[in-house]
């Protein structure tokens, strides 16, 4: 991954295929990346979600889509699965199992740590994060366990203790509170509902890319 991380962070569309009512998820996903998504994170978990090798061989056609984009590819949780079908990172959760070795398995690949707190953001920081989700800023209906909202004092906290990391502001965001994020110390926003619940993915992906560089 020779970008620059922060720049990839822009404007990060997660999501798994329970989270698209309205088109497929490999529809969603174009829209996406052809409204500007920067990163693209598959989160295939919760309700309705794929296992074993129907979770594989979507993986692999999305993996195939983002590149199309020159978009990188990144899984949510499962190493193994991020490992077999060489995707370009992971992002985990702090309760994701052990992480003491987790850079080493991710060696060569982005990896993306949550981070809720000070604290929780120097752990990931040790551990040898390249990014760090933090987040939930607003209320957040697509994670169940989501922590308390948290608003942009999370992402001030961090940037006033002088962690330069790069940072993705996550929960509840849309086009019109993203500035909120972006202006608190986040070098870019990821979405779930904002774009795939939207009735036109491409321009809902187009109202965060300008929201997040009018924010700059
Ligand atoms: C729980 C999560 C927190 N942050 C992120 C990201 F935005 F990628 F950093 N992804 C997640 N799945
Ligand atoms: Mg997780």
Redesign the pocket.
Known sequence: MECNIAEKLRV?F?AGSNNCLNHEIQEVLEEALKGGATLF?F?EKGPGALQGEDKEVLARRLLALCHQYDVPF?V?DDVALMLKINADGL?V?QEDGDLEHIREKTKGKLL?I?AHTLEEAKKAVALGAD???V?PIFPTET?RDAREVMGGNVLEQLRANDLTIPL?A?GGITAENAHIAIRAGADGV?VITAISHADHPQQATRNLVEAVSHSK
């Open positions: 990060y997660i994170q989160r990144i949510n992002h959760g993306g949550s990014y760090l989700g987040g994670k993705v996550i990821s």
